[in-house]
């Protein structure tokens, strides 16, 4: 389940900010803990046709503060239309906030991404790979998304 609140109209503002919470149950093979949640600040600028974006993320293990896993992650978007874009995304994993992770055990991931936005779909593709040896090699990433909220189905 996620809920996402950015400030209003964030796509016509120049800087814009909000934030993303999950919460997820996952399955034993994907995550040792069945139930987890992440905090995705969000903070971004709009730069002509390029976008960046910067999330400063908190994985939630609900196991105490300290215990918060440090993710953050970084896009640079260049806008070709309003329902087309390229993008470089990098994620990161440093690890627990009380204790990161030698450099070499974190996980640091390279992205090239294709976005599609339509009034009913988006569509996020893209081929990645690791840059330190605790990342996964190869990977291949397919976002699907669908608002359920949009100006265009709001009641009158």
């Known amino acids: 389940m996620r809920e996402l609140f950015v400030v209003p109209h964030a796509a016509d ?20 803990d069945r139930y987890t949640s992440e905090i995705r600040p969000i903070i971004g600028w709009h730069l002509g046709k390029f976008d960046f974006i910067v999330n400063p993320i908190f994985d939630n293990s609900w196991k105490g503060f300290n215990n918060l ?8 978007a260049y806008n070709l239309s309003k329902t087309w874009a390229v993008a470089v995304e990098q994620y990161s ?3 627990v906030i009380k204790h990161f992770l030698a450099p070499d055990q974190q996980s640091q ?37 669908r608002d359920l909220y949009t100006p265009s189905n709001k009641a009158n």
Do not use: C
């Open 109 to 145: 991931q390279l992205f090239g991404v294709v976005d599609y936005k339509s009034g009913t779909i988006n569509v996020e593709a893209g081929l990645g790979f690791g840059l330190t040896p605790a990342s996964d090699g190869f990977v291949v990433k397919l976002m699907l998304s």
């Open 93 to 95: 994993d440093f690890g």
């Open 69 to 76: 896993d440090f993710a953050p992650s970084i896009r640079l």
């Open 13 to 32: 503002q120049p800087f814009f900010y909000g934030i993303n919470f999950e919460f997820s149950y996952n399955a034993k093979h994907w995550d040792p």
